[in-house]
């Protein structure tokens, strides 16, 4: 019986250290908000024909929770328990699937970025941490950039859902801007944070964020509602309007900015629309800079305009030495 019950803990742990690392996507240690995060998954990549991007979201963080546990001694295990060895993983397992070709080269390729978005997040702490500021998502970003660019040149790596490479910036069509629609586009802009193209899914985003923190599902919202609003006002791209693709780096800043690295307060609710604001012209200006390439420029807008407003490390919220290396604090409550 004695085994028996340690076998059940140790498959609880690992199941809870899973779900926390596809939470830790938005900053969320809570087991319960991965748990819903990938409820909104499946839900929305099987309603758009896509079943392949969930299991590749739940193949990801598996195999990139894995890669930090294989390092042995050379993992802090604290940041396994907390989900941060499985967040990168998990993003690379919705990418591939959505921008190469279903076969099993892609799926060998997963595995293999997902792993070593593990390694390359602690090298890239290491080296961030004398500017206190933490990789964020840019593991994923760099290592998926690199499989994508590979993906042109190796023919068993079908590019199927990248964008034909292109120089000038394609002739705006017209956006139906009903009350109806831009609900819409507003919930998308959050479900794309996992690449999903579903409003549904972005309700699921909603709830799940609202499970650990209502900060961060206030601030998801509230960026996802400016981003569109900017998007709109300067005539961006209809199609991508549309699809919610101006919303998710500045729900990710929002969420890191207004609840995460800083305690909420004026001053700081004013520095997170600045940077949310700002996260929506970093995303204009990365995607006219690759569209020659014909690569998405994924979370990067996030990642960059995060480290330019914690670079500052002003006091905005009472510490004295702001401190951004690390997100994980004390989980208020009892474990999630």
Same mark, same amino acid.
């Given at each position: 019986?004695?085994?028996?019950?340690?076998?059940?803990?140790?498959?609880?742990?690992?199941?809870?250290?899973?779900?926390?690392?596809?939470?830790?996507?938005?900053?969320?240690?809570?087991?319960?908000?991965?748990?819903?995060?990938?409820?909104?998954?499946?839900?929305?990549?099987?309603?758009?024909?896509?079943?392949?991007?969930?299991?590749?979201?739940?193949?990801?963080?598996?195999?990139?929770?894995?890669?930090?546990?294989?390092?042995?001694?050379?993992?802090?295990?604290?940041?396994?328990?907390?989900?941060?060895?499985?967040?990168?993983?998990?993003?690379?397992?919705?990418?591939?699937?959505?921008?190469?070709?279903?076969?099993?080269?892609?799926?060998?390729?997963?595995?293999?970025?997902?792993?070593?978005?593990?390694?390359?997040?602690?090298?890239?702490?290491? /080296?961030?941490?004398?500017?206190?500021?933490?990789?964020?998502?840019?593991?994923?970003?760099?290592?998926?950039?690199?499989?994508?660019?590979?993906?042109?040149?190796?023919?068993?790596?079908?590019?199927?859902?990248?964008?034909?490479?292109?120089?000038?910036?394609?002739?705006?069509?017209?956006?139906?801007?009903?009350?109806?629609?831009?609900?819409?586009?507003?919930?998308?802009?959050?479900?794309?944070?996992?690449?999903?193209?579903?409003?549904?899914?972005?309700?699921?985003?909603?709830?799940?964020?609202?499970?650990?923190?209502?900060?961060?599902?206030?601030?998801?919202?509230?960026?996802?509602?400016?981003?569109?609003?900017?998007?709109?006002?300067?005539?961006?791209?209809?199609?991508?309007?549309?699809?919610?693709?101006?919303?998710?780096?500045?729900?990710?800043?929002?969420?890191?900015?207004?609840?995460?690295?800083?305690?909420?307060?004026?001053?700081?609710?004013?520095?997170?629309?600045?940077?949310?604001?700002?996260?929506?012209? /970093?995303?204009?200006?990365?995607?006219?800079?690759?569209?020659?390439?014909?690569?998405?420029?994924?979370?990067?807008?996030?990642?960059?305009?995060?480290?330019?407003?914690?670079?500052?490390?002003?006091?905005?919220?009472?510490?004295?030495?702001?401190?951004?290396?690390?997100?994980?604090?004390?989980?208020?409550?009892?474990?999630?």
């Amino acid at each position: 019986m004695t085994n028996i019950n340690a076998a059940y803990n140790n498959v609880a742990v690992m199941v809870r250290t899973l779900f926390r690392g596809v939470g830790q996507v938005m900053f969320q240690k809570s087991a319960w908000t991965g748990l819903l995060f990938m409820a909104g998954i499946f839900w929305g990549s099987y309603q758009n024909g896509m079943p392949q991007v969930a299991w590749g979201a739940l193949t990801g963080v598996t195999v990139a929770t894995a890669a930090g546990l294989a390092m042995g001694r050379n993992s802090s295990f604290a940041d396994g328990r907390d989900g941060l060895w499985g967040f990168n993983g998990a993003l690379v397992g919705c990418a591939f699937p959505t921008f190469l070709g279903n076969n099993w080269m892609m799926w060998l390729s997963l595995v293999l970025c997902a792993m070593i978005t593990t390694w390359v997040r602690k090298g890239f702490n290491n /080296v961030m941490a004398a500017w206190k500021v933490n990789s964020l998502t840019f593991p994923f970003v760099f290592m998926t950039w690199m499989f994508l660019f590979a993906a042109r040149y190796f023919q068993s790596l079908d590019p199927f859902g990248l964008a034909t490479p292109e120089i000038t910036v394609p002739d705006p069509g017209i956006l139906a801007a009903g009350f109806g629609d831009l609900v819409v586009y507003w919930l998308k802009g959050i479900s794309q944070v996992f690449l999903i193209d579903s409003w549904v899914t972005g309700i699921f985003f909603l709830a799940a964020l609202f499970v650990c923190s209502r900060w961060a599902a206030m601030w998801a919202a509230v960026s996802s509602a400016i981003a569109l609003g900017i998007a709109i006002l300067f005539h961006g791209d209809p199609p991508t309007i549309a699809s919610g693709l101006f919303g998710f780096s500045p729900v990710l800043t929002g969420i890191a900015l207004g609840c995460t690295f800083y305690k909420t307060t004026w001053r700081s609710a004013l520095w997170t629309i600045a940077g949310v604001l700002t996260t929506v012209f /970093v995303q204009a200006a990365m995607d006219t800079l690759m569209l020659p390439y014909g690569v998405p420029t994924l979370t990067a807008p996030f990642c960059i305009t995060t480290w330019l407003f914690l670079l500052p490390r002003y006091v905005l919220d009472g510490q004295m030495t702001p401190d951004h290396t690390e997100w994980v604090d004390d989980l208020k409550g009892p474990e999630k």
